[in-house]
């Protein structure tokens, strides 16, 4: 049984992987995938991508094979953003293409319809001048019979919607609902375990661990305010919110995963025969920037670009054979330390006594 699905993910913190945990999905039920951007949708006969534009590039996925792109998932980001716009502008009896518009016809697909695509960008064979598309035969050619448009339809009821978004001024609306439930001489008061930071929300409670994700309190009239119709939201019955990278996790991507940014930055100074090494505390001073920063994962390859711009440089083609990135050059206060070719033991001798001096190292 399907069951559209809705992420939410907090805003200016990098999620990883949203895209790549619906591919996987289809990759794993050996179904096709499309994936579209909900910012280029409006209504249909006005100027962008109409909504049928996302099952069009589910057939192109499925080898325009209609039976296979009905059993397909469709993946939807920036959905949030065809939100209702009520009074934008001062115009508030004006038709909102690009909202609600967007949400009625999204609606029509999700609930279970069928979709007429045409084939765009399908190649048609013009017969040669003079010829009326037969061949020596006799018999009709039917890839020179001239410009013929195909159309496919695609039964949509098969098909999962999984749609994600920011949701940016959503966490507004929530914590006031909340705050009116938590206020008065009919609020509930908190147990002896809720005021040792464990509990409901918001006021009067001590929270001694990290800040709630007020999205995960998130209910469908919370939704309904923030501008979906309420058949837009019936029909995504799982609503998960995803949780924002943490240093650990953006260490284990730095420096775990296959083709890590470390590994790859390492095989990139081993073609210049230089070797390469970061200390432990580089590494979480690197981690430690990115989550400042916001961006997830993203955020990783531009601090590492920058952190190794002069020894890029300065070591090839030199005579430099080693370089040591320790804590102190990654937060910027020092260069990156060289050594050449008949100094290896001093290299290996300073990278260890860096790992040694540092609390988290040898990890």
């Not at 508030?92 to 045409?118: H, P």
């Not at 035969?137 to 019979?145: S, T």
Request: charged share 20%; net charge negative.
């Amino acid at each position: 049984m399907k069951q559209h699905s809705a992420y939410m993910y907090p805003e200016f913190n990098g999620i990883a992987g949203k895209t790549l945990l619906a591919r996987t999905l289809a990759t794993v039920l050996d179904v096709p995938f499309s994936v579209s951007d909900a910012t280029s949708y409006t209504q249909a006969g006005y100027v962008g991508d109409d909504v049928d534009m996302c099952i069009q590039r589910l057939l192109q996925a499925a080898n325009w094979d209609p039976i296979r792109a009905s059993m397909g998932i469709v993946y939807i980001d920036e959905i949030d953003k065809v939100a209702r716009k009520v009074g934008s502008g001062g115009l508030e009896g004006s038709r909102d293409v690009g909202g609600e518009g967007v949400q009625q016809a999204l609606l029509r697909m999700m609930e279970g319809s069928t979709i007429t695509v045409q084939a765009k960008g399908t190649p048609t064979v013009l017969p040669p001048a003079g010829s009326d598309g037969r061949s020596r035969a006799g018999q009709r050619n039917p890839g020179l019979a001239g410009p013929r448009p195909e159309a496919y339809s695609i039964d949509t009821s098969n098909i999962l919607f999984i749609l994600s978004g920011a949701f940016v001024g959503l966490d507004s609306i929530i914590k006031r609902r909340v705050a009116k439930g938590s206020i008065g001489f009919t609020a509930p008061l908190p147990s002896s375990s809720e005021t040792q930071g464990s509990g409901q929300m918001p006021f009067f409670t001590p929270n001694t661990e990290a800040a709630p994700n007020m999205l995960d309190q998130v209910e469908p009239e919370d939704l309904v305010k923030y501008g979906f119709i309420p058949e837009f939201i019936s029909r995504m019955p799982s609503v998960t919110t995803l949780s924002p990278l943490s240093i650990s996790d953006l260490r284990r991507i730095l420096t775990d995963v296959r083709g890590s940014l470390v590994s790859q930055y390492t095989a990139l100074f081993g073609y210049s025969g230089i070797e390469i090494r970061f200390t432990s505390q580089a590494l979480d001073e690197i981690c430690q920037k990115a989550f400042q920063r916001g961006g997830g994962a993203r955020g990783l390859r531009g601090i590492m670009e920058s952190l190794l711009l002069e020894p890029m440089y300065e070591a090839p083609g030199s005579s430099k054979r080693y370089v040591l990135i320790n804590g102190a050059v990654a937060r910027g206060e020092e260069s990156p330390q060289y050594w050449p070719k008949n100094e290896a033991n001093a290299f290996w001798q300073a990278w260890s006594t860096e790992d040694e001096r540092y609390p988290g190292g040898s990890r």
